[in-house]
């Protein structure tokens, strides 16, 4: 497999109330082109601060050391990308952020914002672009999609409005889409509806996903590679099965009995699969 992207030695300060904050150190990660990764950690192991330095969506303010570098030919332009250069063009990396309603503008229609992703970043006249969205709205399975068109977020429910915001981020057909908590603040059988969709559509297009949770559980069930996160620092990076069944790290082994803790439901069935 070729690397998609690799990122060499991140390390990423905040300042707050003028002290700095370590919010990740020394972060070494391959991403491959067409894998399924998990980014996984407690609240505040850095987990966001990874998938928007790899976005280029960090704050200016943020000390940025280190590098991560894209594989030539992997993306339409930037084939070396250094941490502090800005962010990369929205047309290569989707983002899907946990409340679509921050990404969502209220006062606009779900089909005009996503046309005017298509028309802003493809280049496409404003009717190819709104048929384009028409086929976006199809894509996420939208109910009624004719009607979700002219629909204002606010006339949708939390799922509908993470269709959409996928929709969105989907829009240009990048390589790499970034789920940043996509799925925490639905409901579980929403969830699971999200994430397969997720699933189906990263299948489809041929991306490369990264998908950042704090639930262990869910990221073994769409990752087949998972990296955790610590305090800033990546501890163990593997695949799935082997995170799942032989941990090298108590971290990891904690994050798992907290699920085992809570849900009854085996992650692995007896022949090993992830159930
Ligand atoms: N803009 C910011 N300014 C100052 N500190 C920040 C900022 N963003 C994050 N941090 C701090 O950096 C550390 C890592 O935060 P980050 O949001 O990346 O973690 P996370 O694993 O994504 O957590 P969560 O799941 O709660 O979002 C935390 O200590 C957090 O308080």
Redesign the pocket.
Known sequence: MTALLSIRDLSVR???DGAE?A?LNGVSLEVEAGERLAII??????????ALAIAGLL?RS?KIGGTIEWSAGQLQSSHSFKTSAGPLLGRDIGFVFQDPSSSLDPVMTVGKQIAEVVNTHLGLGWSQSLARAKTLVERVRLPDPQAALRAYPHQLSGGQKQRVAIAAAIATAPKLLIA??ATSALDTIVQAEIVALIRRLVAEDGMTLIF?S?DIALAATLAERIAV?RH?ELVEVGATEKIINAPRQAYTRALLDAHLGLDAEPLLDRQGALT
């Open positions: 905040y300042r707050r904050v919010a950690g407690e609240s505040g192991s850095g987990k966001s601060t990874l704050a943020a940043d908590e950042i704090h996160l800033g």
